[in-house]
């Protein structure tokens, strides 16, 4: 059962076929016509309402079933940047979806416009969902956002999610608590740097204790939160892990000792999103989840893209994942999720996935630019591109311009790599026939001659 901000209780998603609570159409009365001027007679929207609802840590299969009922049901979703696209593909057809960013760009707005945002939606008589990355109440200000509605007069509903803070840990086999090791864990934001007017994390207690520590949004403070715990009396051995990208196929871990781990991860290029984790149980790697598809027996042919394609490997054996860790960008020309994603993931790969252009009555339409892959393109998070196609290949040209020097390209075919050519497009590896597996491969040949120079 969901408690609402406005304290009603909510048993369930609203019906698609009955009343939705603040979003079920009213006629207006007789007399003097509709308060808002329009026709008496016609259909007057009464105050929307909003659902704060947690993605996840990035892992969509641990999206909760009722965050994922609304946004199958959402008029507006209000999407954090990091937020995945496999994630974004369970929001309806016909919804608008608005992206907030918290890094320099285009994309930033500060929390109060946010906040207005959500309020004038609802207002406007909208169901929005304002998805944001982990659990809306764990360090990412959801609870701004609930009193904002409040004080506006808007329902606001909280759908709690997976915090990284925990599920990144585990996605590393580190387990926060254990017995005769740590009985009591703390989370903290490493947004502010130790000693900051405005911190409220006592770092010298946290560095006087034995708890575990897990800091969120810490990366780019991270020598100076581990010289506040030294200084606060943890020892210098202390084990540390850093989970980048954690619960993606682009996960990575970092673990090193108190004293090392800063230049340990400026050395190993590691940015945010990163989870830090200190402590005794840093140091334990008991169960480690499979990151990717499940097990499963192979794809039938007309899953497979063209004949003769082979078999779907096992996922999750090392030999079987030579993506693992990295991000490709799969520019799509249709709406529909593609099967070339999901191969790359089969590999390890974090595929993302993005419409650059869409069928049209005469000609391809081109699709309006992704923020989302405006803000990977401009900080370097995407290391390789796969083109299934020509018109993939000229749409992202011309939708985000140049690519980064050091990004690989692979491509089906001559025509393509023709085109890449032509927008000024370096390829790195072309594949030997149509069809997703051998753009696959042509991925992983790009990548191996990258590691091998």
């Given at each position: ?7 009603q209780?909510?048993g369930?998603?609203?019906s698609?076929?009955?009343s939705?609570a603040g979003?079920?159409e009213v ?5 003097d016509?509709a308060a808002?001027?329009?026709?008496p007679?016609?259909p ?6 909003v659902?704060?609802v947690?993605a996840?840590?990035g892992?969509p299969?641990l999206?909760?079933?009722r ?5 199958g049901?959402?008029d507006?979703?209000v999407?954090?940047r990091?937020?995945s ?5 369970f929001?309806?057809?016909g ?6 960013g918290?890094?320099?760009g285009?994309?930033?707005?500060t929390?109060e ?5 959500l309020v004038?939606?609802?207002?406007a008589?909208h169901?929005v969902?304002?998805l944001k990355?982990g659990?809306p109440f764990?360090l ?10 409040r ?7 909280v ?9 990144a840990?585990?996605y590393?086999?580190?387990?926060v ?5 740590a009985?009591d864990?703390a989370v903290v ?5 130790p000693?900051?007017l405005?911190?409220?994390v006592d770092?010298?207690a ?9 800091v ?11 010289a ?19 619960t ?9 000792t108190l004293d ?16 830090v984790v200190i ?5 334990r ?6 990151i990717g ?7 039938g ?6 004949a003769?394609d ?5 996922a999750?054996s090392?030999t079987?994942r030579p ?8 520019p799509r020309?249709?709406p529909?999720?593609g ?5 790359l ?8 996935e ?5 069928p ?9 630019p992704d ?9 370097g998070d995407l290391?390789?591109v796969a083109f ?12 985000y311009?140049p690519l ?8 089906v ?10 927008a000024d497009i ?9 069809g997703i597996?051998?753009?696959?491969a042509?991925?992983?040949?790009a990548?191996?001659?990258?590691r091998?120079?």
């Amino acid at each position: 059962m969901t408690t609402s901000c406005h304290g009603q209780r909510e048993g369930r998603v609203p019906s698609s076929g009955g009343s939705v609570a603040g979003m079920n159409e009213v006629r207006g009365g007789g007399g003097d016509g509709a308060a808002d001027g329009s026709d008496p007679g016609g259909p007057v929207r009464a105050p929307g309402e909003v659902w704060l609802v947690g993605a996840g840590p990035g892992d969509p299969g641990l999206l909760t079933i009722r965050g994922r009922e609304l946004l199958g049901r959402a008029d507006v979703v209000v999407t954090d940047r990091l937020v995945s696209a496999e994630v974004l593909a369970f929001v309806r057809p016909g919804a608008e979806i608005i992206y907030s960013g918290k890094s320099a760009g285009a994309l930033t707005r500060t929390q109060e416009d946010l906040n207005a945002l959500l309020v004038d939606r609802a207002l406007a008589g909208h169901l929005v969902v304002r998805l944001k990355g982990g659990d809306p109440f764990v360090l990412g200000r959801g609870g701004e956002e609930a009193e904002a509605c409040r004080l506006a007069g808007v329902a606001c509903t909280v759908v709690p999610g997976v915090t990284s803070a925990f599920a990144a840990p585990a996605y590393a086999g580190i387990p926060v608590t254990h017995r005769g090791i740590a009985q009591d864990v703390a989370v903290v934001s490493g947004h502010l740097p130790p000693g900051h007017l405005e911190s409220t994390v006592d770092w010298a207690a946290l560095g006087a204790s034995r708890m575990t520590v897990v800091v969120l949004m810490g990366i780019a403070r991270l020598a100076e939160i581990a010289a506040a715990l030294l200084e606060g009396g943890r020892s210098p051995d202390t084990p540390v892990a850093v989970i980048e990208r954690a619960t993606t196929p682009a996960q990575r871990i970092v673990r090193a000792t108190l004293d090392a781990v800063a230049v340990d991860a400026i050395a190993l290029g590691v940015r945010s999103p990163a989870v830090v984790v200190i402590g005794d149980v840093a140091a334990r790697c008991d169960a480690v989840p499979q990151i990717g598809p499940p097990v499963g027996p192979p794809v039938g042919p007309d899953e497979r893209g063209s004949a003769g394609d082979g078999p779907t490997p096992t996922a999750g054996s090392v030999t079987d994942r030579p993506l693992a860790g990295l991000r490709v960008l799969v520019p799509r020309t249709r709406p529909r999720p593609g099967l070339l994603a999901a191969r790359l993931r089969a590999l390890g790969a974090d595929a993302v996935e993005t419409v650059v252009s869409r069928p049209g009555p005469v000609a391809d339409v081109e699709a309006e630019p992704d923020p989302r892959i405006v803000e990977e393109l401009r900080h370097g998070d995407l290391h390789a591109v796969a083109f299934a196609s020509s018109t993939a290949a000229r749409a992202t040209a011309a939708l985000y311009g140049p690519l980064p020097a050091g990004i690989l390209v692979a491509v089906v075919g001559g025509r393509t790599a023709a085109a890449c050519q032509r927008a000024d497009i370096r390829v790195d590896a072309v594949a030997s026939e149509p069809g997703i597996y051998p753009l696959a491969a042509a991925v992983i040949a790009a990548v191996t001659a990258a590691r091998s120079r």
